[in-house]
């Protein structure tokens, strides 16, 4: 499966993005989906997952709260609201496909800069 993000940008301290997952070349509906974020230097971070089919969420303690994960299996995207950005959430933003224990797609990553 190939995945796109989009959605990344520049935004004020307090303000909002939603970043989108675009999937195509297989069955979207299969994948549990995640999202995880990276600064320079640092490990690859997981923000909030989703199940197959929507119905269960997870989310690190890091943005729980001021974040939304959803996904919508007819369009073959996967979203991520952002709210109340704060600068220390500048990184880049990758989505993740999993099936089982050992198929896993990832997209290249959008770049969220939070900063007045």
């Known amino acids: 499966v190939q995945l796109v993000e989009s959605g990344g940008g520049l935004v004020q301290p307090g303000g909002s993005l939603r970043l989108s997952c675009a999937a195509s070349?297989?069955?979207?509906?299969?994948?549990?989906m995640s999202w995880y974020r990276q600064a320079p230097g640092k490990e690859r971070e997981l923000v909030t997952g989703?199940?197959?089919?929507?119905?269960?969420?997870n989310y690190a303690d890091s943005m729980k709260g001021r974040c939304t994960i959803s996904r919508d299996n007819a369009k073959n995207t996967l979203y991520l609201q952002m709210n109340s950005l704060k600068p220390e959430d500048t990184d880049v933003y990758y989505c993740r496909a999993r099936r089982g224990l050992f198929t896993n797609y990832w997209g290249k990553g959008t770049l969220v800069t939070v900063s007045s």
């Open positions: 070349g297989s069955t979207f509906s299969n994948y549990d």
């Open positions: 989703i199940s197959s089919s929507g119905g269960h969420t």
